[in-house]
């Protein structure tokens, strides 16, 4: 599944973002440019909140 994470700009979101999902028990695949990133391994539910516990806040339509 994809999340739109609008706040995300640099390497540190990228690699904080990936490093939450993670230690949550997903894997992560970040697109800095489009500002997306792909989850997999984690229901979407658990994967948006390992986002926002990394401080990024995950649009409403992703």
Same mark, same amino acid.
């Given at each position: 599944? @994809?999340?739109?994470?609008?706040?995300?700009?640099? +390497?540190?979101?990228?690699?904080? @973002?990936?490093?939450?999902?993670?230690?949550?028990? +997903?894997?992560?695949?970040?697109d800095l440019g489009a500002k997306t990133v792909a989850v997999e391994g984690l229901e979407a539910a658990q994967a948006k909140a390992a986002i926002r516990d990394a401080g990024y806040q995950v649009a409403e339509d992703g």
């Amino acid at each position: 599944m @994809i999340f739109r994470v609008p706040d995300m700009s640099c +390497g540190h979101c990228k690699t904080a @973002i990936e490093t939450a999902l993670r230690q949550a028990g +997903g894997r992560a695949s970040v697109d800095l440019g489009a500002k997306t990133v792909a989850v997999e391994g984690l229901e979407a539910a658990q994967a948006k909140a390992a986002i926002r516990d990394a401080g990024y806040q995950v649009a409403e339509d992703g």
